[in-house]
């Protein structure tokens, strides 16, 4: 984790209290102090130095997220870094568009804008209160949880999610209980869910629909 802002802190302490082994920096004391009993290991580096990273051993990290707040600058030397010292996966925070699309060109492997994104998230489900919950999978594609209603009932052939939004379901769940690739004729009761995949353009032709 490179950046403990409030942001960066959740992500590395929520990591480690689901049993990861996390290590986190940031060029400001105080805010490493915060979290030193709270990771694996905390240190005081600055991220835009090169042989600094490589000192801890970014290369070798499994995930290395940027999440450097407002310089901007800071935060695309850490991402490049990072990629050029081999790490395998790197996620960076974004403070705006012109800066999402740098860090994309620059070989970041996710790019996210929390605030952005969290209020897109939260637009759609007040606009679609049967979608559950949505898991992003980068610019083109997601998979979203539906809870059936009125316009989402019926058996699976009928409603024929596939040839009507070129959605795919891979799983639907009733009380908890969890049916990966359903058939065609298993019907949608009150309460039951279903979990579609699909591109981005796709789902929200659904939700435009489910939201009608």
């Given at each position: 984790?490179?950046?403990?802002?409030?942001?960066?802190?959740?992500?590395?302490?929520?990591?480690?209290?689901?049993?990861?082994?996390?290590?986190?920096?940031?060029?400001?004391?105080?805010?490493?102090?915060?979290?030193?009993?709270?990771?694996?290991?905390?240190?005081?580096?600055?991220?835009?130095?090169?042989?600094?990273?490589?000192?801890?051993?970014?290369?070798?990290?499994?995930?290395?997220?940027?999440?450097?707040?407002?310089?901007?600058?800071?935060?695309?030397?850490?991402?490049?870094?990072?990629?050029?010292?081999?790490?395998?996966?790197?996620?960076?925070?974004?403070?705006?568009?012109?800066?999402?699309?740098?860090?994309?060109?620059?070989?970041?492997?996710?790019?996210?804008?929390?605030?952005?994104?969290?209020?897109?998230?939260l637009a759609r489900q007040?606009?679609?209160?049967?979608?559950?919950?949505?898991?992003?999978?980068?610019?083109?594609?997601?998979?979203?949880?539906?809870?059936?209603?009125?316009?989402?009932?019926?058996?699976?052939?009928?409603?024929?999610?596939?040839?009507?939004?070129?959605?795919?379901?891979?799983?639907?769940?009733?009380?908890?209980?969890?049916?990966?690739?359903?058939?065609?004729?298993?019907?949608l009761r009150p309460h039951?869910?279903?979990?579609?995949?699909?591109?981005?353009?796709?789902?929200?032709?659904?939700?435009?629909?489910?939201?009608?």
């Open positions: 984790m490179i950046g403990l802002g409030r942001f960066g802190t959740a992500v590395a302490t929520t990591l480690y209290e689901m049993g990861h082994e996390v290590v986190a920096i940031d060029q400001v004391e105080e805010n490493v102090e915060r979290v030193m009993n709270l990771v694996t290991h905390a240190a005081v580096v600055d991220a835009s130095d090169e042989r600094a990273l490589r000192a801890i051993g970014v290369g070798d990290f499994d995930v290395v997220v940027v999440a450097i707040g407002t310089d901007v600058q800071a935060n695309i030397l850490a991402t490049m870094n990072a990629k050029s010292l081999g790490a395998a996966y790197v996620v960076s925070k974004a403070v705006d568009e012109m800066a999402r699309r740098v860090l994309e060109r620059i070989g970041a492997d996710l790019v996210i804008r929390p605030e952005h994104d969290m209020g897109v998230r007040i606009a679609t209160p049967n979608i559950v919950d949505t898991l992003d999978l980068g610019s083109d594609y997601a998979i979203v949880e539906i809870e059936a209603n009125e316009r989402l009932k019926g058996t699976l052939r009928d409603l024929n999610l596939t040839g009507r939004f070129s959605v795919q379901v891979i799983a639907m769940s009733r009380a908890g209980k969890i049916e990966v690739t359903p058939g065609a004729e298993d019907e039951d869910k279903l979990v579609v995949i699909g591109t981005t353009h796709a789902l929200d032709e659904l939700r435009r629909y489910l939201g009608e």
